[in-house]
């Protein structure tokens, strides 16, 4: 595989300065071992209008897959033959991107000991690269490059140039233009080759999030296809896709004002639903939620611990549910709600079916009595332990809805997460994180105390060893219980009043 990078000067600043940029004397043709083979590095011409350096990977295949069996990567996943034989040796794939990075490490970190002020100069460059892997075509290649300030030739291979009704393969051949500094280019092409490739030679770790993050610094934030690039990058590993995305988010939030930081909130909400990967675990939440909720035949709903709205915006788009209730005891999240639902921008027969109320779930609240359901979704385990039987009481004891849907993280499968640290939890605010024992001995008394039935089902993959990550428990209430057993209801006081009681007795 092969790819050149040339530029062009005059005498006042020579073309062979690439030469120092690159750390690599344009006089001498150098050899580099790599992991799969041997990177040359040539200057096919070097004068002080134009040089031209090339850079040449010879890939040994079988090492390749040697190298991948010996780490249990079991190489690539093909037949055996293709193994072997591949466009590996030809194409310029990942390989060619880590031999960059290690070739010319110092020039893609921008340092140059000999001519400090040459790194951050601009200078004319063009970049070829004669067999390129695109999937995606020409149009992808054009849409990564582009906004990056090059000027984008990509040609298709065709498949066999003497048949040409054959099409094209899934090759281009790219040439890159452009006023650059040579070390933006390199990590453009760093991060790039691979994304086009999209098939890593290797196993992507959560490292891989560092070494993204580094190289995209300072175009990457602001790519608009930097879902695409982020996701392809991390060989579509979800997780990790997900952290680097917010981790872009903040550092673009980090410059941007208010409004701006609004429409990039709702940027990334509308690529959610497009983007290439299995659903968000909040969405399959939202999904078993909305699913118990129709199957309980419940038409007035409280949604407790609210949040920004998510589930009461699900909610309004069915008509069965003719009363929403979004509960929430932070105002700034209920503002967020009601920014999100465009409450002030409803007609008004759909404003009469929603409303968003502060209050304390760790308080009785009158407001909340008489509904048919009511959803606790990722909210017990942001009040302390302590806290949590006056939720209990205020949820089960006083407002009593018909159905209760309770998630909460499973813990066990944090172990799953690649990017939480271990005996980490999920979210910085989060007062504990229960196993399914736990977290079923709580829900088995609650619902014993306070005459309700409960079952139980996953929420996201149910891991045969740790779980699923998300765990619900459905309360169906007991009416006999409610009917035969009013006295006993009737005794059952909040944990505070008990206390409150006792001294005013
Ligand atoms: N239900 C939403 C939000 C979960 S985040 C979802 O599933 O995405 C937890 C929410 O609970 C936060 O919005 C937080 O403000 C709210 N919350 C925490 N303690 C609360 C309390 N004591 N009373 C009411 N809401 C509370």
């Given at each position: 595989m092969f790819l050149t990078i040339s530029t062009s000067g005059a005498v006042e600043r020579p073309a062979t300065e690439l030469g120092f940029l690159l750390h690599k004397h344009p006089d001498k043709a150098q050899q580099f071992s790599t992991s799969h083979g041997t990177a040359h590095v040539l200057y096919p011409e070097a004068g002080v209008e134009r040089c031209t350096m090339a850079l040449l990977?010879?890939?040994?295949?079988?090492?390749?897959?040697?190298?991948?069996?010996?780490?249990?990567?079991?190489?690539?996943?093909?037949?055996?033959?293709?193994?072997?034989?591949?466009?590996?040796?030809?194409?310029?794939?990942?390989?060619?991107?880590?031999?960059?990075?290690?070739?010319?490490?110092?020039?893609?970190?921008?340092?140059?000991?000999?001519?400090?002020?040459?790194?951050?100069?601009?200078r004319p460059l063009r970049i070829e690269v004669p067999v390129l892997p695109a999937r995606g075509g020409a149009a992808l290649v054009e849409r990564l490059f582009e906004p990056l300030g090059w000027t984008v030739t990509a040609r298709p291979v065709a498949l066999d140039e003497r048949f040409p009704e054959w099409g094209d393969s899934r090759y281009v051949s790219l040439v890159l233009e452009g006023e650059h500094r040579l070390m933006d280019a390199l990590r453009h092409l760093y991060v790039l080759l691979p994304v086009l490739d999209d098939a890593k030679h290797y196993w992507v770790t959560p490292d891989e999030v560092e070494k993204l993050l580094r190289a995209g610094e300072g175009w990457l934030e602001g790519h608009p296809e930097q879902r695409l690039i982020t996701n392809r990058y991390l060989a579509r590993r979800w997780s990790l896709?997900?952290?680097?995305?917010?981790?872009?988010?903040?550092?673009?939030?980090?410059?941007?004002?208010?409004?701006?930081?609004?429409?990039?909130?709702?940027?990334?909400?509308?690529?959610e639903d497009t983007a290439e990967r299995p659903l968000p675990l909040a969405v399959q939440r939202r999904q078993a939620i909305l699913g118990v909720l129709r199957r309980s035949g419940a038409a007035r709903v409280l949604d407790l611990g609210c949040g920004q709205g998510q589930l009461v915006g699900e909610l309004l788009k069915d008509p069965r549910f003719t009363e929403i209730v979004g509960v929430d005891v932070s105002v700034?999240?209920?503002?967020?709600?009601?920014?999100?639902?465009?409450?002030?921008?409803?007609?008004?027969?759909?404003?009469?079916?929603?409303?968003?109320?502060?209050?304390?779930?760790?308080?009785?609240?009158?407001?909340?009595?008489?509904?048919d359901a009511a959803v606790l979704s990722e909210v017990i385990e942001h009040l302390d332990l302590p806290r949590l039987p006056a939720l209990e009481y205020a949820v089960f004891g006083a407002a009593r809805p018909t159905t209760v849907v309770v998630t909460t993280p499973?813990?066990?499968?944090?172990?799953?997460?690649?990017?939480?640290?271990?005996?980490?939890?999920?979210?910085?605010?989060?007062?504990?994180?229960?196993?399914?024992?736990?977290?079923?001995?709580?829900?088995?008394?609650?619902?014993?105390?306070?005459?309700?039935?409960?079952?139980?089902?996953?929420?996201?993959?149910?891991?045969?060893?740790?779980?699923?990550?998300?765990?619900?428990?459905?309360?169906?209430?007991?009416?006999?219980?409610?009917?035969?057993?009013?006295?006993?209801?009737?005794?059952?006081?909040?944990?505070?009043?008990?206390?409150?009681?006792a001294k005013a007795a």
């Open positions: 990977l010879e890939v040994d295949p079988v090492a390749l897959v040697r190298r991948g069996k010996d780490k249990g990567r079991g190489g690539a996943p093909d037949s055996a033959l293709a193994q072997y034989v591949n466009d590996r040796p030809y194409a310029a794939s990942s390989l060619l991107a880590v031999a960059i990075a290690g070739v010319f490490s110092s020039a893609v970190k921008g340092q140059c000991a000999a001519r400090p002020e040459l790194p951050g100069q601009s896709t997900r952290d680097a995305l917010d981790r872009l988010a903040l550092a673009r939030l980090a410059e941007a004002d208010d409004t701006e930081a609004e429409e990039l909130d709702n940027a990334v909400d509308e690529q700034r999240a209920l503002k967020e709600a009601s920014r999100r639902l465009r409450l002030d921008r409803m007609t008004e027969r759909q404003a009469a079916r929603v409303a968003l109320l502060q209050g304390s779930l760790a308080y009785t609240d009158r407001r909340l009595a008489g509904y499973n813990v066990e499968y944090n172990v799953r997460w690649e990017t939480l640290p271990a005996g980490h939890v999920r979210h910085g605010d989060h007062r504990f994180e229960w196993t399914r024992e736990e977290f079923r001995a709580w829900a088995g008394q609650v619902a014993e105390r306070h005459g309700y039935d409960v079952d139980f089902a996953p929420v996201g993959p149910d891991d045969p060893e740790v779980g699923p990550p998300t765990q619900m428990a459905v309360f169906h209430k007991n009416e006999k219980y409610d009917q035969s057993d009013k006295n006993h209801r009737n005794n059952q006081n909040h944990p505070d009043e008990t206390t409150k009681e």
